[in-house]
Each structure stands twice: as C-alpha cells, then as structure tokens.
C-alpha cells in the first residue's frame, strides 16, 4: 500500500521504540525555572512538566519566588519604558543561576534580544551589563536540552499522533532550529506528522489578536486547515499562548484535537500499564 502509514505498523514501531533505554549521561546543571506570567497563571501543568523532565535528567531546578512579569507585553505595546523596572528586577533574580530556562519562546526572546533594547533606552550601564552577562544563559526549553546539554532522547514515552508548530518568537528570533523536532522524533511511541505551511504565523502575536481579530482570525483558519489535514491527536508547541489561540479555534470547530505543551509531551512516561501492551 501506499501513502498513510497503516496503525499496525505504526503500532509495531511504538513497541520496539517503547523497549529501548534511555540514559543521560551529562553533568548536572544548577537551573532557575523562569515560568511566565502567561503559563503561571494559565497552564501550570507546564511548568510543573518542565520540572519534572529537568529532574529526570538529573538537574538541580529552583523556583525563585520573587520573579514577576518580564515586560514583553508593555514593551511590544508602547509602554517601553514601563517594562525597565521590571528588565532590572529579572537580571537581579536570575543572575546567580548557571542557566534560565523558561517554557516559552517569546519571553525568552524578550530577555536575550529586547533587554539589551531597554537597557539603552534607559541609559542604564549597569543594567546593560548585567544583560550582557546573563542573555546567553537564558534558554527556550528545547534548546536547552538540545544546544546546552546535547540530549535528544529525554526518555519520553507519548503514544499519540502528533504535529509541532513552530511558534515565531521561537523560530524567527530565537532561531531554535530543529531542537524540538529533534526531541519529538526521540519520544518512543510518537507519530509524529509533518505540518504543512509550519512556518506560517498562528495568528495570535499577543495583542496582535486583539487590535487585528479579522485578519487574526484568517490567519488561525489556515493555520487549523492545516493541522486537520494531518489527521492528528494532539498540536504541540513550544509556547503556550499559540497553542491557546489554536486550540480555542479547533474547540470551536469541535475538531476533538488536542493542543499540549512541548514540555508536557517530553516529561511524559511510561506507566505500568505501558509496559504491558
């Protein structure tokens, strides 16, 4: 036959992938989760996934308690100079780290690209040096695991079908790459499908939504056309403010696809009922 993949087949390669060993061989790395306000208040699951799988791979993860908002949404919507009081509040919180990690592209991006931005606009030397330090240890999940411990293979089991939009924070100004597919072709069980048009936008760009909700909204329909034609369980993605703008599109719909966070798909396991299919 040709074409579709037939669910024997697929199901065959899960249990044979199921069955391998997983082993992280690496030195353990001293790492402040940097949370978001967006998945603090919103999706926690998250959070607590990406701890979860830090862990797993044997890494020391602290939560400081005293971190607030990284400034992204007054900083893209005019309010630049709001947002560098709160550029100095994460360089003091996060800067004794070893390594930020934070499950979202677009803050991380804030930090790494637009920091050095607030710093000028503020004249402010020391902030400015301060973000100069600790930018290149501020990391995107996926490229944590991928460029700053070489890992692929998380130990990860997750039997489902899956596709990865890649968000545009993430893509176009992290310039993350392949890491996430990489980590998901790693994930024992997965089928994972191409996304055709992945690098078109969602749509969502924060408040892009709201102020642009027609052409917002065009752009979320293409988006979902293309995420039904693969025929999938479940749309993941690095950032959970596009998977909501997905996902409520595809509820509306009533598509029954699931949207889930990469790092929830990476810290999932095997149970004792797994082991036993």
Not at 48 to 71: D, W
Not at 139 to 160: C, I, M, N, Q, W
Not at 179 to 193: F, K, N, S, T, Y
Not at 239 to 256: A, V, Y
Request: charged letters at 25%; a negative charge.
């Amino acid at each position: 036959m040709g074409g579709r993949t037939t669910w024997w087949e697929v199901r065959d390669e899960r249990l044979q992938r199921h069955d391998a060993v997983f082993e992280y061989p690496g030195p353990a790395v001293r790492v402040a989760l940097f949370i978001t306000c967006f998945n603090d208040t919103l999706f926690p699951e998250t959070g607590r996934a990406t701890v979860r799988l830090l862990e797993r791979l044997g890494h020391e993860v602290e939560f400081p308690l005293e971190q607030t908002c990284c400034g992204q949404m007054h900083f893209n919507t005019g309010y630049q100079r709001e947002a560098i009081p709160l550029a100095r509040r994460f360089v003091e919180i996060f800067s004794p780290y070893e390594a930020v990690v934070a499950p979202s592209g677009s803050c991380v991006g804030m930090v790494r690209e637009l920091y050095p931005m607030a710093a000028d606009l503020a004249g402010d030397r020391w902030l400015a040096e301060k973000v100069e330090a600790l930018a290149p240890k501020v990391f995107e999940l996926s490229e944590f695991l991928v460029k700053r411990l070489g890992v692929t293979d998380v130990g990860a089991y997750y039997p489902h079908r899956v596709t990865y939009h890649p968000t545009c924070h993430s893509l176009r100004m992290l310039k993350v790459g392949e890491a996430p597919l990489e980590l998901l072709r790693a994930v024992r069980g997965i089928d994972l499908v191409e996304l055709s048009e992945a690098k078109e936008c969602c749509g969502f760009g924060g408040t892009f939504a709201v102020k642009n909700a027609d052409t917002s909204a065009a752009m979320l329909s293409d988006k979902i056309r293309h995420v039904l034609d693969t025929e999938v369980e479940v749309c993941t993605a690095g950032d959970n403010s596009c998977l909501m703008h997905i996902g409520g599109g595809l509820k509306r719909q009533r598509t029954g696809v699931e949207t889930v966070h990469l790092a929830q798909i990476l810290a999932s396991e095997a149970t004792e009922e797994d082991m036993k299919r």
